[in-house]
């Protein structure tokens, strides 16, 4: 088969993230909670087999299948869409690596793996999972080096400027490593590594890449068929898993291992209203639109224990243009409560789980945007501070006071409530003065979910005693991973789904012995 036709491609991710027109459709999508796994008594026959068996074909499962072919397992990847890519082509394929990965030293950026574990364990989460962020560090060279190796082109170029690189760059600072307070806590450097492609390709390349790797070993991969439940042997292990298959059910014999990585849940309203109640407040569910949280489900189904199930990256709209950065961004209470400097992963979870979703951005003549755009509108446009307050409706005197305090200050090039840059530290003068609405509800709002199933360093599924359940892996999104909220830095995902998913690959393939 050819992956050519079958990945996310350029027209499918230019379609599913139209801006305003993703406000309304998308969030609609709903489905009931997993079935039960099925007791393996039940199955009559096998209609299929494979050593090891991964669910979802982003880069988590990719990933998986190639390093569980690489050690020698049959492997199947099973797609319930008619194409494969997953959310991980959506996405800008970058993948946070640092420690001194093999680009970093061609571009001569010092880091060091201690620097890397302190930012990503100190400026994210109050409880992250200090052990995989660890051993993700550790190995983050070496894991770099092998995607390079499965033929994801990078290019020798790095770029400064804020956000996704729009040309063929491969490195650059795609978190919020360089604002207060990360930037005190390590030493900021470049860690996101992106296909050297332009445009938003980098998913879609990564994406094309290792499918074609994984087709290359002789993995077998079929889109259009779905996973509905796991079938579980009377011990608990995991002997196969029930598919739907052209509106028939079939039954797969799996030997070693399933590896679960169908991704989040973000489109599954129901579910998100149950677990995390800020983020379906979100505009834009962002994602692949078969994130049901149906991996997740099925392993809750055996006994898996689901952890951080709340969390996900909620992405602020404004990032760049950086000009629009010199504005002062604030709350209901007319205050400031961030640097707005700050990677929009970061300002998007304050504003949505600290600030009841609801902002604005405030910008003067200089600050503002210069051309239409339509991630979020301005609501209120006057020739004073005072004019603006009103229109917003904000207490009395709040506004005009944060920005005569922001401004006292910045004109003498301080910020000492949130230590903003000099590169984006001046005071707000000069009419017209706008206001533009960045709540969650109203403004171009993504986000997708980090919740997810409990797994040890090598991906193995565990209950909600710490036992592992036997024969289940998984990887990804599909999995409390390193990704949490706050989500400080592009590319710690979909890091995350690739190395990751590569340990529960092998150690899916490493078990021995198999069912009769």
């Not at 504003?351 to 902002?359: D, E, L, M």
Request: with cysteine.
């Amino acid at each position: 088969m050819s992956t050519g036709e079958n990945y996310v491609t350029k027209a499918n991710v230019n379609s599913g993230v139209s801006r305003r027109s993703l406000l309304t459709g998308l969030a609609a999508a709903t489905v009931a909670a997993g079935a039960a796994a099925l007791p393996r008594s039940a199955v009559k026959t096998w209609d299929m087999s494979s050593d090891v068996l991964v669910i979802g074909s982003g880069s988590a499962g990719v990933c998986a299948a190639i390093e569980a072919r690489q050690a020698g397992a049959e492997v199947m990847v099973i797609e319930s869409l008619s194409r494969f890519g997953g959310s991980s082509a959506m996405s800008g394929g970058v993948v946070y690596a640092g420690g001194g990965t093999a680009l970093q030293k061609a571009l001569k950026v010092e880091d060091s793996v201690e620097q890397m574990y302190r930012f990503v364990s100190l400026a994210g989460d109050v409880h992250p999972p200090l052990d995989k962020i660890a051993l993700y560090c550790e190995e983050s060279p070496a894991h770099f080096d092998w995607l390079v190796a499965q033929g994801i082109p990078y290019t020798e170029k790095l770029t400064l400027a804020k956000g996704l690189p729009m040309g063929d760059e491969s490195l650059y600072f795609s978190g919020t490593e360089q604002a207060w307070p990360a930037r005190e806590l390590a030493k900021p450097a470049m860690r996101g590594h992106v296909p050297g492609v332009e445009g938003m390709n980098g998913g879609r390349r990564l994406m094309e890449a290792l499918l074609s790797r994984a087709e290359a070993m002789g993995v077998s991969l079929r889109a259009s068929v779905s996973a509905d439940r796991l079938v579980t042997e009377s011990d608990g292990r995991i002997a196969g898993v029930m598919v739907t298959i052209e509106g028939e059910s079939r039954a797969i014999q799996v030997k070693r291992g399933v590896v679960l990585a169908c991704g989040g849940f973000i489109h599954n309203r129901e579910m998100l209203k149950l677990y995390a109640p800020k983020l379906y407040e979100c505009s834009v569910p962002w994602g692949n639109v078969d994130d049901q949280g149906d991996g997740i489900n099925m392993g809750i189904a055996v006994g898996a224990a689901a952890l951080r199930m709340h969390e996900g990256f909620a992405i602020a709209p404004i990032y760049p243009p950086e000009n629009v950065l010199s504005g002062i961004v604030v709350n209901a209470s007319g205050q400031r409560f961030i640097s707005e400097e700050s990677y929009h992963g970061v300002l998007g979870d304050a504003i949505t789980y600290h600030q009841k979703g609801q902002a604005w951005l405030i910008t003067d003549q200089r600050s503002g945007y210069n051309f239409q755009q339509d991630n979020f509108l301005p609501v209120a446009e006057g020739a004073s501070i005072s004019a603006i307050a009103e229109q917003l409706g904000l207490p009395s005197g709040a506004l005009q006071q944060t920005v005569a305090y922001y401004n006292q200050h910045a004109i003498n090039g301080g910020d000492p409530m949130f230590r903003k840059s000099q590169t984006y530290l001046r005071p707000l003068q000069g009419s017209p003065y706008k206001a533009w609405d960045l709540s969650v509800s109203e403004a171009f709002f993504p986000a997708h979910t980090f919740g997810g199933l409990h797994t040890t360093l090598d991906g193995q599924v565990l209950n909600s005693f710490g036992d592992t359940i036997a024969g289940l892996y998984a990887a990804g999104r599909n999995t409390a991973g390193i990704p949490t909220a706050p989500y400080i830095a592009s590319g710690l995902s979909v890091g995350d789904c690739t190395f990751f998913g590569r340990r529960a690959g092998r150690a899916a393939a490493a078990i021995n012995g198999g069912l009769a």
